[in-house]
């Protein structure tokens, strides 16, 4: 917390308006509002996954209320934008951050009024984006990224496993070692917990302080270490780093735009670590055709039999299609926040490309400043030169050293210009 008599007034300012950001989004917990309870599962099974749930717009309201009123919330969100304007000015950049974080949380709290309904999904895809989103004109979508994966993982399933695949671990001593892998990461007296959950979907996931491991679980050393880069060093470490802001206090709190960056990141590091492995990318991409599916028109029962043919056992399936449906019902469109991982990846390793062909590779690493977005970067750049914001503490080794990571990306640039299916023919005889 910045001590404001130190500060000038335009710091001041700032801090004022980002603290009242920082208290006004602290009510909205997006994933408590859509998850589904323990009985929607046992009703499922009980009739032998032939009977979808009965889930709508009152279900929510009854199972899941809000902990705020949604109107008051939006009129605080606006007020702060009209403080804003009035105190920073129209062309103010760290103005237009926070304004653009006012206006994503107004659309947040009006897709949760929206539960069990169509409109749901439409403002999903606002926020998060949807299956069918190209990158530019004439560029492949994300649905055309999953069938390229899918395609291609099954040229080397069962290739490439070794014992690091075997899960041996339970959850308890997921738990400890964890614990002492980020107690050595976050090595300067940061209180970091990690602890057994069985209260959420994921196998893994970061909150503020802590990471909370699925209960009852079995883990390979690879999971392990994807938990260990993922929520520790990406989700942990940029929001202690927001945390640790004198004045840009907002950038410890995350909008839809930021968990796009924040997923992405998380699996550019994964896979600069070389801790991403085949059955990790093929979870991803089956995500995205998940979400595709039900943009598609396919209902719960579709999708839990899409997993089901991938291999993957009934509980693992009811939970991996639950993701796409929560906060919808299970005959209207998906949740579309799991495009994030496979968005934002796509989003920032073209980005960091584009910085070092342009010179701007000293911005690379202002990405784990906080809870931030691309489109943020180049006014990020600005405040952390004129003091506004102090540079990010935890910045995984691959970042921080911006002359390796400047390497790949020059050879990554060349590399994009050989045409792939040229080199096939040309390989054909060795490739043999």
């Avoid at 006012?102 to 409109?119: D, N, S």
């Avoid at 924040?262 to 994964?270: C, D, K, P």
């Avoid at 202002?366 to 691309?374: R, S």
């Avoid at 600005?382 to 921080?400: C, H, M, N, R, S």
Wanted: with cysteine; proline share 4%.
């Amino acid at each position: 917390m910045a001590n404001e008599e130190f500060l000038g007034e335009y710091e001041q300012v700032i801090h004022e308006l980002s603290e009242r950001i920082v208290a006004a989004q602290k009510p909205i917990r997006i994933l408590d509002a859509l998850k589904w309870d323990p009985s929607v599962e046992d009703y499922f099974f009980k009739h032998q996954c032939k009977k979808l749930p009965e889930i709508n717009a009152e279900y929510y309201q009854q199972n899941n209320p809000l902990s705020f009123d949604p109107e008051k919330k939006i009129q605080e969100f606006r007020e702060i934008d009209r403080s804003i304007r009035r105190k920073l000015g129209q062309y103010s950049g760290v103005g237009s951050i926070m304004q653009r974080m006012c206006h994503e949380y107004c659309r947040v709290i009006e897709m949760l009024l929206a539960r069990g309904t169509p409109r749901f999904t439409t403002i999903s895809q606002e926020l998060y984006g949807s299956s069918e989103d190209a990158f530019h004109v004439g560029a492949p979508t994300l649905k055309d990224l999953a069938e390229l994966v899918t395609e291609t993982l099954s040229h080397i399933q069962d290739k490439v496993t070794t014992e690091a695949d075997d899960p041996i671990y339970s959850s308890e001593e997921a738990v400890a070692i964890l614990r002492e892998r980020l107690d050595a990461y976050f090595a300067d007296g940061e209180n970091i917990r990690v602890e057994l959950s069985d209260g959420i979907i994921a196998d893994a996931a970061a909150g503020a302080d802590r990471i909370k491991i699925h209960g009852g679980l079995m883990f390979s050393a690879r999971e392990i270490r994807t938990f260990e880069i993922h929520e520790g060093w990406v989700h942990l470490g940029t929001t202690l780093n927001g945390m640790a802001q004198p004045i840009c206090t907002f950038l410890s709190k995350g909008p839809p735009s930021s968990t796009i960056t924040q997923e992405g990141l998380a699996i550019i590091t994964e896979l600069f670590t070389f801790s991403s492995y085949p059955g990790r990318l093929r979870r991803l991409t089956n995500r995205i055709i998940a979400v595709n599916m039900a943009e598609d028109g396919a209902n719960f029962f579709d999708v839990f039999q899409f997993y089901r043919e991938q291999g993957m056992d009934k509980d693992d399936s009811y939970q991996s299609t639950v993701r796409a449906f929560r906060g919808s019902s299970p005959t209207l469109g998906p949740y579309t926040k799991d495009l994030a991982y496979s968005k934002g990846f796509i989003l920032i390793y073209n980005y960091m490309r584009l910085a070092v062909q342009r010179g701007l590779v000293k911005r690379i690493p202002l990405l784990f400043v906080g809870k931030t977005t691309l489109e943020d970067l180049h006014i990020l750049s600005d405040l952390l030169e004129e003091g506004i914001i102090t540079a990010p503490k935890y910045v995984p080794p691959q970042f921080a050293d911006i002359a390796a990571v400047s390497a790949w990306m020059v050879y990554s640039l060349f590399l994009n210009r050989l045409d792939l299916r040229r080199l096939a023919l040309d390989f054909k005889g060795i490739l043999q």
